[in-house]
């Protein structure tokens, strides 16, 4: 009876102690869960911080070019070619700091690239050289400015709208 008390007891120590065990290898897995979340938002905070320049020029060529033509659909050519900067509300530093924008009429889109901002046709025109929209390897290469060429139709005249973007935008240092 004695023999037979002891094996009950080694059976009931084993089945507490097997509980505990799993406890400590749940706990063990939910710790290195937790360890792995903290250390991956460290290298995540770290890399954002640290990074490389921002890629805006893309965006920054597309919105330029919609509000020149914003501009042009609600204002007109005419009231452009006298003040455009201050017609469409677009700072002229927009322009110095890396951006062009011209406005062909009634041109292809080879000719609107090409031609110089006195040329018959070009309606309105920043300086600069607009040849970069045609390079073929200038879409995958990122020193190339990007450019977004629209096309409007305002009554019988076709418009093109070519702006381009070379602006590099970097982390300003604290």
Same mark, same amino acid.
């Given at each position: 009876?004695? #023999?037979?008390?002891k ?9 507490s102690?097997r509980?505990?065990v +799993? ?5 063990f897995s939910v ?7 903290? $250390?991956?938002?460290?290298v995540?905070?770290v ?25 042009l659909v609600?204002?007109g050519?005419?009231e452009l070619k006298?003040?455009f900067?201050g017609v469409?509300?677009i700072? %002229?530093?927009?322009? +110095?700091r $890396?951006?062009k924008?011209r406005?062909c009429k009634?041109i292809?889109?080879?000719g609107?690239?090409e ?5 018959? $046709? ?5 300086d600069?050289d ?5 390079? %073929? ?5 990122e ?7 629209? %096309? ?5 005249e076709k ?7 070379? #602006?590099?935008?970097?982390k300003?240092?604290?």
């Open positions: 009876m004695i #023999r037979q008390n094996m009950k007891l080694n059976k009931i120590s084993l089945k102690n509980k505990g +799993l406890g400590d290898a749940t706990m710790f290195f869960f937790i360890i792995l979340i903290i $250390g991956g938002g460290i995540g905070g890399l954002i911080f640290y990074g490389g320049e921002y890629e805006f020029k893309g965006v920054e060529a597309e919105v330029l070019s919609y509000s020149v033509k914003t501009c609600e204002k050519v005419d006298n003040d900067y469409c509300k700072n %002229e530093e927009v322009f +110095l $890396g951006n924008a406005i009634d292809s889109e080879d609107c690239l031609a110089r901002s006195t040329d018959s $046709g070009v309606e309105f025109s920043t600069g607009f040849v970069i929209c045609r390079l %073929e390897g200038a879409e995958e290469n020193d190339y400015g990007k450019c977004d060429i629209e %096309e409007i139709r305002l009554g019988d418009y093109l709208i070519v702006s381009i973007s070379e #602006r590099e935008i970097k300003e240092q604290a």
